[in-house]
């Protein structure tokens, strides 16, 4: 099972390449997708989700030609988008029985289904209140609910965790881990922790270009003895930015502790750190930046 993506490309009128010569194969398990907002993180999974047309370039499911065979991916596909939207006025019942219709399950498949996956998502005693009265969390659950539906083989959640709070975070995380199994699952976000708790194959997007394809012990060994711990003054916090990548920082009183990414110790008073994913992610940024700048 595979999703195999050649030297794609999307161009939109007045705004230039949104994708550019982005080749990857995804293969089972869960893949998170980092990059800034801007980075073409959408644009690559509305393509993906057979929501958007490309513009150059290919994506082959099993083999198939999506432009000439969206359907066969269509079939198994779950798709959670950014702006996942539901109607107020239904309960989370009626609205999975209305989006399984829609999918054309058979009813009485559907409603068992539906029931499992109440359950799975931790919704079984809200299932017949109005979703114009859940929270930002429980509609995120609901939008996963319908998005497994079909028991889809490729799963593809845009942005899943914006506006959770920091418990349901964790919950819907732990989720899309479970889920994984022998299914293709693609997570974009900019929340580099979430990758970080769920992902075993991290993508690094940048400017519409692919950045890295790697493991995330392979992206943390490329910070391995560049990143470094220094308290400073408040006042010196933007001249240290200015010259080195600078990442977390910590107020305490009138100095800040600051986290940095450096090929060599920045002062003497610098202690190394461990390095973290968010380290690496930076990292990879600004050297992009910098070669599109060059």
Not at 84 to 104: C, M, N
Not at 241 to 260: K, P
Request: negative net charge; glycine residues 8%; proline residues 5%.
């Amino acid at each position: 099972m595979q999703l195999a993506i050649e030297s794609l490309g999307k161009r939109y009128p007045g705004r230039g390449w949104a994708l550019s010569e982005f080749t990857l194969t995804l293969t089972p398990g869960v893949t998170g997708l980092l990059g800034p907002n801007g980075a073409g993180k959408s644009t690559l999974m509305r393509i993906l989700a057979t929501v958007t047309k490309p513009s150059a370039g290919r994506v082959l499911w099993n083999g198939a030609d999506l432009a000439r065979d969206p359907d066969s991916l269509r079939e198994t596909l779950g798709y959670l988008p950014q702006d996942f939207g539901v109607y107020p006025q239904l309960s989370a019942l009626e609205f999975l029985d209305y989006i399984a219709a829609a999918k054309g399950l058979e009813p009485h498949t559907a409603r068992a289904r539906i029931d499992q996956l109440l359950e799975l998502v931790n919704l079984t005693d809200a299932r017949h209140r109005a979703l114009g009265g859940f929270s930002g969390g429980m509609r995120q659950r609901v939008g996963i609910a319908q998005a497994l539906l079909n028991d889809p083989s490729v799963l593809i959640v845009d942005e899943p965790t914006a506006g959770l709070d920091p418990e349901e975070r964790v919950r819907f995380r732990n989720l899309l881990g479970e889920l994984s199994g022998e299914r293709i699952v693609l997570l974009s976000t900019h929340i580099v922790s979430d990758v970080e708790a769920t992902a075993t194959r991290i993508v690094v997007m940048g400017q519409g270009l692919l950045l890295a394809d790697a493991t995330p012990e392979a992206l943390l060994e490329q910070v391995a003895s560049r990143v470094w711990e220094l308290e400073v003054p408040a006042s010196e916090l933007d001249a240290l930015r200015a010259r080195h990548l600078v990442g977390a920082t910590l107020r305490r009183g009138a100095s800040v502790l600051v986290r940095l990414v450096a090929d060599e110790r920045p002062s003497a008073a610098a202690r190394p750190a461990s390095p973290t994913l968010e380290d690496a992610y930076l990292r990879l940024l600004r050297e992009a930046q910098s070669s599109a700048a060059a």
